[in-house]
């Protein structure tokens, strides 16, 4: 079976810049038509062009998958493939650590930062936040984004099977590895359950691990003070409109209402 350009831009990617280089360089060798004079490409080409895509992807250099392709017995393909595999290695862990970051942005509102920015390379702050900021993990930023698409219906909402997920996580979760969460995640949390009655036993456990994790920080604070000073609706000027952007209106006064709900809840114990 014979390919042409249009075919192999459409279906593989590769522009017919590419491909003439590809030819240039004597990688591949399209036979022209007959009729129309177009180049067409067999599948040997295709299979040639395949493998360079790929082996692109894993940093090998062009001049590298020439000289494979042209004398592989000289090449030492297992050297390069090894070195690539560190060099992807370092890759994923550096944007592993970025996309951590990027969640806990994302969930919480709050940029790592410095007070002094004069005093720190930045690369080892950034290598600071990496080993000691409190990540979002990938399955509760999971939950929060389930949270977050639910619908106004309660009822219509039920009949996804999301919900059951984002209960059953709560339901069965060890709460003593939340506690290294920071504030704006328990945050971000209970602005997805509005629709759910504040004084709901998981809505409750939540902000009971929340009043937990303040504690840590403010020692003894009594859970009056807690509300009062927690509660999203005490912000004004562009806190309050961060909080906005970050938890919703509706969020930010179901936040409140849940952490009357559990002061109240404490306080009948």
């Given at each position: 079976m014979k390919y042409n350009v249009n075919w192999i831009e459409k279906n593989m990617g590769i522009s017919r810049k590419t491909l003439r280089y590809y030819e240039d360089k004597k990688l591949i060798n399209p036979q022209r038509n007959a009729v129309n004079n177009y180049r067409e490409y067999s599948e040997e080409d295709i299979k040639i062009i395949w493998t360079i895509k790929t082996l692109v992807g894993m940093k090998?250099?062009?001049?590298?998958?020439?000289?494979?392709?042209?004398?592989?017995e000289e090449f030492d393909f297992y050297k390069v493939i090894s070195d690539n595999v560190t060099e992807l290695e370092k890759d994923y862990e550096a944007?592993?650590?970025?996309?951590d970051v990027a969640r806990t942005i994302k969930v919480t509102g709050r940029i790592p930062t410095v007070n002094d920015v004069g005093t720190v390379k930045f690369e080892d702050f950034m290598s600071y936040v990496f080993n000691n900021w409190n990540f979002v993990d990938e399955k509760l930023y999971k939950v929060i984004r389930a949270t977050n698409d639910m619908n106004e219906s309660i009822e219509e909402f039920e009949k996804n099977?999301?919900?059951?997920?984002?209960?059953d996580y709560f339901r069965?979760?060890?709460?003593?590895?939340?506690?290294?969460?920071?504030?704006?995640?328990?945050y971000k949390i209970l602005s997805g359950l509005?629709?759910?009655?504040?004084?709901?036993?998981?809505?409750l456990r939540i902000v009971?691990?929340?009043?937990n994790h303040v504690n840590q920080y403010y020692d003894g604070i009594s859970i009056e003070l807690f509300v009062e000073a927690f509660s999203l609706e005490i912000?004004?000027?562009?806190?309050?409109?961060?909080?906005k952007r970050v938890y919703g209106e509706k969020g930010i006064k179901y936040i409140t209402k849940a952490l009357e709900a559990y002061k109240k809840y404490v306080l009948n114990q």
């Open positions: 090998f250099k062009m001049r590298q998958i020439e000289d494979w392709i042209n004398d592989p944007h592993k650590h970025l996309l099977s999301d919900l059951n997920s984002i209960i069965n979760i060890d709460f003593n590895n939340m506690k290294n969460l920071v504030i704006g995640t328990y509005y629709m759910y009655p504040e004084d709901n036993e998981i809505v009971d691990q929340l009043f912000f004004e000027g562009d806190i309050n409109e961060m909080n």
